[in-house]
């Protein structure tokens, strides 16, 4: 496994695979404190570094904290640093970015040094985009739909603010969004667009980035890499049992969402996708399949299929898919 | 080292990284192995130390699935600092080896991280403001910058402006509730005291002072939080000796030290001899608190079983203290700890001062000196700076007030943060004694005085933790691990940090 990515990067994802390897317990119960113990964070931090500022809002009636990445140029004199009256722009759409970091609905937080970090990326890479990094309930602490449900609270929390609205004009100010997100986080993106869609929120686009999908069936991708690159098809089933209700099967509606209990997706006008398969993903027949309902059911999808990518190719910028997928982000956020 | 990771919170040599992947590697094979063998309790029971250090992490990681565990250490168990003085009770004494003895960890504490990485200058490159907003802040926003623009009307020295200015906060404060309100009216009082010259005096009866205090410690948790960790650090490095010395830099009502006498009155093989040496400011009209606080800890050393030796000192500043005062024994004879909570900023407004304090300190031969502080920089040279960090940093703190219940504990614990606001933007000079520094700055410090990290662990993070869930009113507390360093926080924001230390090989 170590030929197929750079030296640095096999460390930092091995790190982190035998790190949750001492974390999960067979009875299904999670060694939270020794998960945060080891969890590198960094801070929100107003001064800018690399073009980038970051503020954390914590909501009190929910205890919901987002992480706000804004461009350098937002930033208001010393006096008055963070805005929060005006709208972004009144002479151009800027695109707020509500990202989901991944973690397998188990692990990390938006304050998790490799999601702070990514996040902060997508701010130049997006002409300057807004980015909204949710810092939602972990399972199994908090079991599904709690992912969803703070998902849903964070988009209603961004298409409310008026310092995230942008326009043309006055009249056509709104909050433009995007979701996006990795693994769980891209799974949940799923979830909540399709909630925004049902209650005729518009979200612009969805970029969902090697998405946690599955089902009780094993597909051939599952069996083909089952623990050659990082994963282990017990470990994804582990992490299913702690977000899913208990006693459910990989069937249930959240994991395999094109499956026999699902939602049908036909006509629900979803926003424009961007998926993003890794190629040593065991769990990419999942996300191939999604990509194949979605398009089944008319809905507007690319799909990215990175060869010889693992997870996390995305943390550190030191291969080629990660540039691929930069470019990939940034132009399916800026085409109209 | 490497740059990438590095960004990521692991520091890691780009010479080791072979090194480091192969021994990855090894464990990788050492864990299937043990968890075959159903001893995969190694895994919840080895105590981690500093994560960053991940060549480190991953050495100590192997040789714990490598080799058997040694003889069981035990460690300070959360005990309540409601109970601090407890009512002479037999049970103590018997209490079963089984309270106390961990789960299974390495004989000695770990060797100090052999690469002590100096703090990387690239990490440090520009100060960090962590702001968190609550919603309530959104609507006082006007609110925040009319502050804002009053500390800097003030700072160009315009009167007229910073007069209209602070006027007009108090009208904006009145529309405001809870936290946001009770903030803004200290720092607006704070300010206006800064504009008419009218600065508060601070000659107030320590007694009065230590009274606010003890309300602060039982309405949340962070004193509680700097005594528990402290001690942790504290148990460790006396785990092998027979006397033990501590020094506590402000001993106030003694709250820190029932729990650690407890704990070492339960120690396998007996309690060591406990000596306790406690500094204090002068007191008026001649009350000796020192001695009081002396007695009762002996009173309770008593009840326990623990020998016990008290000295009180009575210092202006902890820079009047000369090693000569303290009686110390030699090292191998006696251990001694250093301890310090909110005292060493204090030294930060005269010259020199912080220098013969840590030159002292050395003296003393401490087998650990463990330091607690705010964590912010409520000392830097611009006004306007220093300004906004106490408004982000305050504001995050009484935040995590509002969650308490007791409202009488509630108003005095405000005006002990009171008090504090008002020094940090009404005072200069040697008047100006909260002068708070980041744990980057105290690192940096200790570092070039001589002194090596002694990293806390996993274990202590533990039970920090469930010392939270026992005490704190909300829910938004968090502990989090900074390269061998404890913080509490409220939500992603760290106000107070321990770290402990060592005099360096």
Known sequence: GQRVVPLNTWVLISNFKLAYNLLRRPDGSFNRDLAEFLDRKLPANTNPVDGVFSFDHLDRSTGLLNRVYRPESQLGPPTAPIDLENPLSTTAVVPVIVFFHGGSFTHSSAGSAIYDTFCRRLVPLCGGAVVVSVNYRRSPENRYPCAYDDGWAALKWVKSRPWLRSGKDRNSSDVHVYLAGDSSGGNIAHHVAVKAAEAGISILGNILLHPMFGGEARTESEKRLDGKYFVTVQDRDWYWRAFLPEGESRDHPACNVFGPRSKNLEGMKLPKSLVVVAGLDLIQDWQLAYVEGMERTGNQVKLIFLQDATIGFYFLPNNQHFHCLMEEIKNFVSAA | ?505
């Open chain 2, 1 to 505: 080292m490497d740059e990438l990771l590095a960004v990521l919170g692991y520091k890691v040599r780009s010479s080791d990284m072979a090194d480091v992947a192969q021994k990855l590697e090894q464990l990788e094979m050492a864990m299937g192995t043990a968890q075959d063998d159903g001893i995969s309790h190694l895994a919840c029971d080895t105590i981690h130390y500093n994560p960053s250090d991940l060549s480190g992490w991953v050495d100590s990681m192997l040789s714990e699935f490598t080799n058997p565990p040694d003889d069981s250490e035990y460690d300070l168990r959360a005990i309540p600092g409601v109970a601090a003085y407890p009512q002479a009770d037999e049970s103590d004494k018997d209490s079963s080896p089984a309270a106390v003895s961990s789960p299974s960890s390495s004989s000695s504490p770990p060797p100090p991280i052999a690469a002590a990485a100096a703090p990387s200058s690239a990490l440090i490159a520009e100060p960090t403001r962590p702001v968190v907003l609550i919603d309530s802040q959104e609507a006082g926003v006007r609110l925040v910058h009319t502050l804002l623009a009053c500390a800097e009307a003030v700072q160009q020295d315009n009167v007229k402006l910073a007069d209209a200015l602070v006027k007009h906060t108090g009208l904006l404060a009145a529309s405001q509730t809870g936290a946001m309100r009770k903030v803004a009216t200290y720092f607006a009082e704070a300010l206006a005291r800064r504009i008419y010259k009218i600065y508060p005096q601070d000659c107030l009866d320590p007694s009065y002072s230590d009274t606010l205090e003890m309300h602060f410690y039982e309405t949340c948790p962070y004193l509680k939080f700097a005594h528990f960790t402290a001690n942790q650090a504290i148990l460790e490095a006396f785990a092998t000796a027979n006397r033990v010395h501590v020094i506590d830099f402000g001993l106030k009502q003694g709250m820190q030290w029932p729990a650690l006498m407890q704990a070492l009155a339960l120690r396998p093989g007996g309690p060591p001899a406990f000596r306790l040496t406690g500094i204090g400011p002068p007191q008026p009209n001649n009350t000796d608190n020192l001695q009081q606080v002396g007695w009762k800890l002996a009173h309770l050393a008593e009840t326990i079983g623990v020998e016990f030796e008290f000295r009180g000192f009575v210092a202006n500043s902890l820079a009047d203290l000369e090693p000569e005062m303290l009686d110390l024994r030699p090292a191998d004879v006696e251990a001694v700890a250093v301890n310090s909570v909110f005292e060493l900023h204090r030294l930060l407004g005269r010259s020199a001062g912080m220098d013969k304090v840590l030159s002292t300190i050395k003296a003393m031969k401490p087998k650990i000196v463990t330091v607690v502080e705010q964590e912010a920089n409520h000392n830097g040279p611009v006004f306007v700076d220093r300004f906004t960090e106490a408004l982000h940093y305050y504001s995050s703190l009484f935040d995590s007030l509002e969650g308490s219940t007791a409202s009488q504990d509630l108003v005095m614990s405000e005006l002990y943060l009171g008090r504090q606001i008002c020094n940090v933007v009404a005072c200069e000079g040697g008047d100006r004694v909260e002068r708070h520094e980041t744990l980057t700055q105290w690192r940096a410090r200790m570092e070039s005085a001589g002194f090596d990290p002694v990293h806390l662990g996993s274990n202590a993070y533990k039970q920090a933790s469930m010392l939270l869930a026992l005490f704190a009113g909300g829910d938004g507390y968090r502990v989090e691990e900074n390269n061998g360093a404890l913080m509490l926080g409220w939500h992603t924001r760290p106000l107070i940090a321990t770290s402990a230390w060592q005099l360096a090989r």
